[in-house]
Each structure stands twice: as C-alpha cells, then as structure tokens.
Nanobody, 116 residues
Framework: VQLQASGGGLVQAGGSLRLSCAAS????????MRWFRQAPGKEREFVAA????????DYADSVKGRFSISRDNAKNTVYLQMNSLKPEDTAVYYC??????????WGQGTQVTVSS
C-alpha cells in the first residue's frame, strides 16, 4: 500500500487543522492505521490509532480531548482532526498502515506548524 498524507500547514495556537492520509489499493480496510509525529531534534512519537473497522481508537495522552482520528474505508482515507493546537504540536506528521502480518507501511510526512 502507498500512503499520501496532506493537510498540514501553518496555524495559530488555538486553531484547527485536518490531516488526511490517502491509501492506494483495494484492501484499505485490512490495515490498522496510526498517526505519528516527529518534531525537530526529537524521536518520532505515537499520536493516534484506529482499528480496521474504525470502531476502536487510541490516543497519546498529549493529544487526548483535542485530536480525533477517523477513517472512511470507502474513500481509502484516514483523517486526523486537530483542534486547540499548541506550539508543541509543531512537527512533521506521518501516517502508518499495519497489515495482518504486522508489516508497516509509512507515508511521507506533512508539516504542521503552530505559531504562538
């Protein structure tokens, strides 16, 4: 599967952005999906996860209550709605697909910059 992330940009603190990650192929519903982020000089960290059907989600403590992950299997797309953004949310955001064999596929990142 190939993944294409989009939707990043520059936003003021308190603002919102919605990231999208579009997947190629016909078996998108067979992949569990996650968002990660990597800030300059820091390791890549987990942000949010969603199960294959979309019925189960999980979030990093730092984004709980502010971010929401969802997916549309008919559109082969996973989303990350980011509200109440903070400067510390500034990072490159990546989507990842995991198949039934626990093989991971990464998309290219999209830059999110939150100004104070």
């Amino acid at each position: 599967v190939q993944l294409q992330a989009s939707g990043g940009g520059l936003v003021q603190a308190g603002g919102s952005l919605r990231l999208s990650c579009a997947a190629s192929g016909r078996t998108f519903s067979s992949y569990a999906m996650r968002w990660f982020r990597q800030a300059p000089g820091k390791e890549r960290e987990f942000v949010a996860a969603i199960s294959r059907s979309g019925g189960i989600t999980d979030y990093a403590d730092s984004v709980k209550g502010r971010f929401s992950i969802s997916r549309d299997n008919a559109k082969n797309t996973v989303y990350l709605q980011m509200n109440s953004l903070k400067p510390e949310d500034t990072a490159v955001y990546y989507c990842k697909a995991r198949d039934g064999s626990n093989y991971n596929y990464w998309g290219q990142g999209t830059q999110v910059t939150v100004s104070s």
